[in-house]
């Protein structure tokens, strides 16, 4: 498949790379801005790298973990990033309050503070996923399970 290639004023490859993280899809997408771009697959292995420019290697910056029920995700320092991680942390529940040159500060939503260079972060419905997936989990059980608060 072709690369997808954004503007260079455009924000909008990071929202993009997001999407293709969180969703269903296991097509690996190559996404480019100018010097930089994205290689991002979802589902089960997905990962998101990034590389500045056409020759350099990929670099890890998130992949999903342990049956799809987390994702870990690491402080790269290029600021070309930042809107990424602003996009990826607010799709799960919390938000970028502050970056430096080796730690990412978040904010959960019941206002707790984290700042580390590698996150290991689940989304509100990855326990649900991976108990159904990893362990054949019906709706009827998982419904019972919120009914007593274990999820």
Known sequence: MSPLTFPDSSVSIHSV?????????DH????????????????KGGSLCYRKGH???????????????????????ARWLRPMYGELF????????????????????????????????????AMEGMLREKFGFTEQQLKSLGDENLL
């Open 90 to 125: 607010s799709r799960i529940n919390y938000r970028v309050s502050s970056f430096d040159e080796h730690t990412i500060e978040i904010l959960s939503s019941t206002g707790e503070r984290m700042g580390h260079r590698l996150f290991r972060l689940g989304p509100p419905s």
């Open 17 to 25: 790379a997001i999407a293709v993280l969180l969703g269903q899809n």
């Open 28 to 43: 690996e997408r190559e996404l480019r801005q100018a010097d930089y771009a994205y290689l991002v697959s979802g589902r």
């Open 55 to 77: 020759d350099a290697r990929w670099v890890l910056v998130a992949n999903w973990c342990f049956f799809h029920s987390y994702v870990a995700v690491r402080h790269r320092k």
